[in-house]
C-alpha cells in the first residue's frame, strides 16, 4: 500500500516549501510511484506568514519518487479569490536516503516561477526569492517524530535563511474499512519557524509609498503552527485533510534612518502581513498512476 502524506510547509511548505508536498512511505523499497492530485487550501501561508487577505486557492500536481529517493515534482497554484488566476508555478526535485535505522536525511532544489501578471503581483509576497535549497534530517522514535530543515533561499538580491522544525506523532490503521485494500493515517504535528524575513520586508517595501530602501531582518523566532492532517487510502485513490492552526511572531519592517515615516505610514505598510493567529485548512484528493 502507498502511504502519502501532503504537508505543507512549504505550504512545503514548507513550500514546505510548505505547500505542502507528497511524500511517500512505502511497504515495498523496490516500488517507484507517479501520483497526479489535486489539492484545496482555504490560505496561503508561507514558512509561518501569511498577508492579511485571505488567499484561498486550489493546487494541481505531478509527482515521482524512484526507489532510489529520487524524487521530482511539479505544482500550479491558481488563486479562486479574490481574482481567479495562476499565480506561481513550483519544481522541485530531491533525493532522500537512510543514513541509519532511526535516521532519514535529504537534499533538494525548488525553483518558483510567478505569474508575471501585474494585478497577481500584490498576492506574491515571496517573489523576490525564485530559488531554494534545502536540506533536512529526520529522527524517528517510538514517541516523536523531529524533521529539522534548513532551507536557503535566494533571488532578485535578496536571500533568506529559514530553520522550520516539525515534530509529530503517527498514528496508523491498516485496513479499517475493508479487508487488505485501505489505510488510515493521524499524525498531529507542531512546527516551529526560525530564520530570517528579508521576503517580507520587501514585498512591504514594494507596496508601501515612501519607502525606497529597508534594512536586513534578524534571524531569529518567526512563529508556530499546529496541524492535524488525517490521510485515507483505498486502492489508488489518497483522501487527505487537514486543519492548521498559525501562530504568527509580529514583524514590523525596519527603515534606515535617512528614511522618515509617519507611524500611521509603517503602521499600514505592516498591516499588508497579518499577525493574528489563523485556521485554515486543506484537502486533496490523489490518484497512484503507478
Known amino acids: 500500500m502507498i502511504f ?8 512545503i511548505v514548507h513550500p514546505c516549501f510548505a505547500q505542502e508536498h507528497l511524500k511517500k512511505e512505502e511497504d515495498n523499497s523496490d516500488d ?6 489535486t489539492e484545496y487550501a482555504s490560505d496561503r501561508v508561507v514558512y509561518g506568514r ?29 488563486l479562486l479569490q479574490p481574482v481567479q488566476k495562476i499565480y506561481e508555478t513550483d519544481w522541485n526535485t530531491g ?3 537512510t543514513v541509519t535505522k532511526k535516521l532519514k536525511a535529504g537534499v533538494g532544489y525548488t525553483r518558483f516561477f510567478y ?15 525564485v530559488n531554494q535549497f534545502e536540506l533536512n534530517l529526520t529522527l524517528e522514535t517510538k514517541v516523536i517524530t523531529a524533521k529539522l530543515y534548513f532551507d536557503y533561499l535566494f533571488g532578485s538580491g535578496s536571500s533568506d535563511v529559514i530553520l522550520p522544525l516539525d515534530l509529530s506523532h503517527k498514528f496508523k490503521f491498516e485496513n479499517p474499512f475493508t479487508e487488505d485494500n485501505d489505510e488510515l493515517l493521524i499524525e498531529p504535528t ?16 514594494g507596496r508601501g509609498k515612501g519607502v525606497s530602501e529597508v534594512n536586513n531582518t ?12 488525517v490521510e485515507y487510502d483505498i486502492g489508488k485513490f489518497i483522501f487527505t485533510a487537514s486543519g492548521h492552526y498559525n501562530i504568527p511572531q509580529a514583524q514590523s519592517i525596519s527603515v534606515p534612518s535617512k528614511i522618515h515615516l509617519s ?13 493574528t493567529p489563523t485556521f485554515y485548512f486543506t484537502f486533496s484528493v490523489g490518484f497512484s498512476i503507478i
Open 4 to 11: 502519502l502524506i501532503v504537508h505543507c510547509a512549504l505550504y
Open 32 to 37: 517507484r510511484s507517479l501520483i497526479v492530485s
Open 50 to 78: 501569511k498577508l492579511s487577505t485571505a488567499l484561498p486557492n486550489i493546487a494541481p500536481s505531478l509527482s515521482y519518487e524512484a526507489p532510489s529517493g529520487f524524487y521530482t515534482n511539479l505544482t500550479i497554484y491558481r
Open 95 to 97: 533525493w532522500d536516503f
Open 115 to 129: 505569474s508575471k501578471d501585474t494585478s497577481l503581483q500584490q498576492f506574491q509576497f515571496r517573489s523576490t526569492l
Open 190 to 205: 507542531a512546527s516551529i519557524y526560525l530564520g530570517t524575513n528579508n521576503y517580507v520586508s520587501l514585498y512591504k517595501k
Open 218 to 229: 534578524k534571524f531569529g523566532y518567526q512563529g508556530i503552527e499546529f496541524a492535524l492532517p
Open 263 to 275: 507611524q500611521s505610514a509603517l503602521d499600514q505598510i505592516n498591516s499588508l502581513t497579518t499577525s
